[in-house]
């Protein structure tokens, strides 16, 4: 595997810890590696929005289908994240 997908990995293992900001650190720097991986994109985006930080959710899930995600449930869950910003 590339770099980028041993970052995720151990960003996985870190959320399985607790540890979400330093998981959070490890999909930025995979994302750095692999700009246009839309798997990593949504992998953040859905660790920001389970963490109420959903203008990064946002970003990540726009970026995402930007990078070309698709289905219905990346545009539900940035509604969501909208939605919890009064927006």
């Not at 810890?17 to 246009?36: C, E, F, Q, R, T």
């Not at 959903?54 to 539900?76: K, L, N």
């Amino acid at each position: 595997p590339g770099d980028e997908q041993v970052l995720a990995e151990r960003a996985r293992a870190r959320l399985k810890a607790g540890l979400v900001d330093l998981a959070l650190d490890d999909y930025g720097k995979a994302i750095a590696l692999a700009p246009g991986n839309v798997q990593l994109r949504l992998a953040r985006a859905f660790v920001h929005h389970d963490n109420g930080r959903f203008e990064d959710a946002v970003a990540d899930y726009t970026a995402a289908i930007r990078a070309g995600a698709s289905g219905a449930d990346v545009r539900y869950r940035r509604g969501i994240a909208y939605y919890a910003l009064n927006r």
